[in-house]
């Protein structure tokens, strides 16, 4: 097999910055990071950078010889400012003597079940150059998370060599990485380049970009800045598409100039209203469909930093799979970057909700629990749709299937997803492929004004897909959450719930027409309810003070049963209806942190103050008796008119589809965004 006639599936690479936080996402073991064209002894790290290491310690394996160390010696030589000018090299590696290097890593390590079951692929090739002495392991691993080595080959040359190791795809049906691991003997062992490649003459795809961004100018030009920097990654990219719906212009930033010069022309704002997130993506959708260039455009957020090296193996990805086919990348914390937040998606049908693909636990930290360690990660995971935040979608299926619905924002990924899986097309969350990005954690988006979204277009989702009557589970559901926020005090996140039930009542016309205008009413709408307004500074609310202490000196436990959760919704029921204890409407009875944010804690008081989930402010919950018995009425009516008309409505939206997704439709939403000048 010649070198031209393999493709590159997967290149093994370094982090782009200096991240400590990050490196165990690509290396396990005692490093050193070089310059592309240096001599020898700069390459084991005998000059110049961080933490360096003696010419004693590179000759001399020790007592830890070819044991696994932390990564600390990395030398500072990828630094644009390097006083040698010399390139950025991610891609060399360099094991100092007697250490052991492993790339059984979340970037590095080749996740060979994805391939083997949703590629025609029956083999890979692992290309390696190296120089000095080594001995290479190769590894497997499957579904249990149980290794095995399967070769070991002894290198020991002045100059670099090429080794290749061609490895089946075959017991790889239902999870397993191959990854490869060095030991350096008594000198160091210097990894040029690894690739993990493919025989095949499938033709090569070009993506386009769609970057949506609502005044977030900073985030979006340091994304494009980034792009402009990886030169491999522009190869495959037609066109960068900024879909600006804010007045903080993202061309008004200082170092925009630099970074569309950086991007060579690839880069094009375009400047609609505030039509959200499906409404950005949507635009870019159609826009890289017009152009006629692309096979693919990537969706990605305005706020997350990328793993260029992620974008070309999605590409790669969607060019070899079976048929058309989704590549979505993983979200990391842009926190707390070593920690996995999202590694796939699934809803539950009968609860029509979604939530972490089965077998997978958001939160993992790697800088704690490495892959050889975590058997659940060896397992292949399917998915029922990818969030947005990195997304690649073929051309052909936007064709197909056409454009994001006008859900604003919440839902229209899942809907997306699913809709493409009904018409044939998988979705694939691709290990190796990843962004980082802010968590959900800092948010509670279910109590702001978000809620209105997360509940319509949770209903129009299930109208048009849900396999069950009525949607499962989803009605009783949707109920018990208006009556909890009603029971917390939570009024406007109530109120919200049920104009989103009003909305979907009135059919599935009022989701191109509203979506331009709901924003602004939402707002207007939620100046009415003290637990909407928030203030910075507890000291500018009146001082906590309780007129009657807890009984017995006990706070309300949480429940432990389902007769004791029903027992505290009938004892805070009875509490809402009673008369407001006159002294709490001077004075806030308690201060709940948000961490202890529950109904059945808030339905005891007639007021208190409650801190915001990003722990930047709080509001003054009060109970309101008249409130609370409106919104009894209203939702139970409300829920009993979806009950009774779901069937009809469910008819309405599915045969609205093709309308509302339309390209022609969303052209004319995208020239009524527009603001008059």
């Given at each position: 097999m010649s070198a031209a006639e393999l493709r590159v599936l997967h290149r093994v690479v370094m982090p782009v910055d200096r991240d400590q936080d990050i490196l165990k996402l690509y290396i396990e073991g005692n490093i050193v990071r070089t310059r592309q064209a240096e001599p020898e002894e700069q390459a084991a790290g005998l000059i110049g950078g961080v933490a360096r290491l003696s010419a004693e310690q590179l000759a001399s394996p020790g007592s830890e010889s070819a044991e696994f160390q932390p990564a600390e010696h990395w030398d500072g030589s990828d630094r644009a400012d390097d006083e040698s000018g010399a390139a950025h090299d991610r891609r060399r590696v360099v094991v100092p003597a007697g250490r052991r290097a492993s790339f059984l890593t979340y970037f590095n390590a080749f996740p060979a079940s994805y391939w083997r079951r949703w590629t025609r692929l029956e083999e890979v090739v692992l290309r390696i150059r190296i120089r000095g002495d080594a001995k290479i392991l190769i590894y497997r691993s499957n579904a249990k998370g149980h290794s095995q080595r399967l070769e070991a080959h002894e290198v020991s040359a002045a100059t670099t060599e090429e080794r290749r190791f061609t490895l089946p795809l075959k017991p790889f049906v239902d999870g397993g990485w191959y990854w490869f691991e060095l030991v350096a003997g008594k000198g160091p062992a210097v990894l040029e380049q690894a690739e993990w490649c493919a025989e095949t003459d499938a033709p090569r795809g070009r993506t386009s970009i769609g970057i949506t961004t609502f005044n977030r100018p900073d985030f979006c030009v340091q994304q494009l800045v980034a792009l402009a920097g990886a030169a491999d990654v522009l190869e495959v990219i037609d066109e960068i598409y900024v879909?600006?719906?804010?007045?903080?212009?993202?061309?008004?930033?200082?170092?925009?100039?630099?970074?569309?010069?950086?991007?060579?022309?690839?880069?094009?704002?375009?400047?609609?209203g505030n039509l959200g997130g499906s409404g950005g993506f949507a635009r870019a959708m159609d826009e890289t469909v017009r152009a006629g260039a692309s096979d693919y455009v990537l969706l990605l957020d305005d706020d997350v930093v990328t793993e260029p090296e992620g974008i070309l193996r999605a590409v790669t990805f969607g060019d070899l799979t079976r048929k058309p086919t989704i590549v979505g990348g993983h979200m990391f914390s842009l926190y707390d970057r070593s920690v996995l937040h999202a590694y796939g998606e699934t809803l539950a049908p009968y609860r029509w909700f979604w939530g972490p693909a089965e077998h997978t636990f958001h939160g993992h930290d790697f800088g704690y629990h490495r892959m050889r360690e975590t058997a659940w990660l060896h397992r292949r995971i399917d998915v029922d749709y990818n969030g947005w935040w990195m997304c690649l979608v073929p051309t052909a299926v936007i064709k197909d299937i056409g454009l994001a619905m006008p859900m604003f924002i919440k839902w229209d990924d899942a809907e997306y997803g699913?809709?493409?899986r009904a018409a044939g097309y998988p979705t694939v969350s691709l290990p190796g492929s990843a962004v980082w990005h802010v968590p959900w954690h800092d948010k509670d988006d279910t109590i702001d004004w978000q809620a209105y979204f997360h509940e319509r277009n949770r209903l129009v989702s299930a109208l048009v897909h849900s396999p069950y009557d009525r949607g499962g589970n989803l009605l009783k559901e949707s109920l018990f959450v208006t009556v909890k926020h009603a029971l917390a005090m939570q009024y406007s996140a109530a109120e919200l719930m049920l104009m989103a039930i009003e909305d979907v009542l009135r059919g599935p016309d009022h989701m191109h027409t509203s979506i331009v205008t709901k924003m602004a009413e939402i707002r207007e709408f939620r100046r009415r309810f003290s637990d909407a307004k928030y203030e910075e500074d507890l000291e500018d609310f009146p001082a906590?003070?309780?007129?009657?202490?807890?009984?017995?000196?006990?706070?309300?436990?949480p429940p432990q049963s389902r007769k004791g959760l029903i027992k505290a919704a009938v004892v805070g029921g009875i509490k809402q209806l009673k008369p407001v204890d006159t002294a709490a409407a001077r004075n806030p009875q308690a201060l709940v942190p948000h961490i202890d944010l529950r109904w059945w804690k808030l339905s005891q008081f007639d007021s208190a103050l409650v801190s915001a989930a990003d722990g930047t402010g709080a509001a003054w919950y009060q109970r309101d008796p008249k409130r609370f018995r409106s919104l009894m009425q209203r939702t139970s009516a409300l829920h009993g008119r979806l009950y009774k008309e779901w069937p009809r409505l469910s008819e309405e939206y599915r045969s609205a589809m093709d309308e509302l997704t339309s390209a022609e439709r969303w052209r004319e939403t995208f020239e009524a965004s527009r603001p008059s000048t």
């Open positions: 879909i600006d719906q804010g007045d903080k212009r993202v061309e008004d930033h200082p170092g925009f100039a630099d970074a569309a010069k950086g991007l060579g022309g690839r880069l094009r704002v375009i400047g609609q699913v809709r493409a906590i003070r309780r007129t009657r202490p807890p009984r017995k000196g006990r706070e309300a436990a």
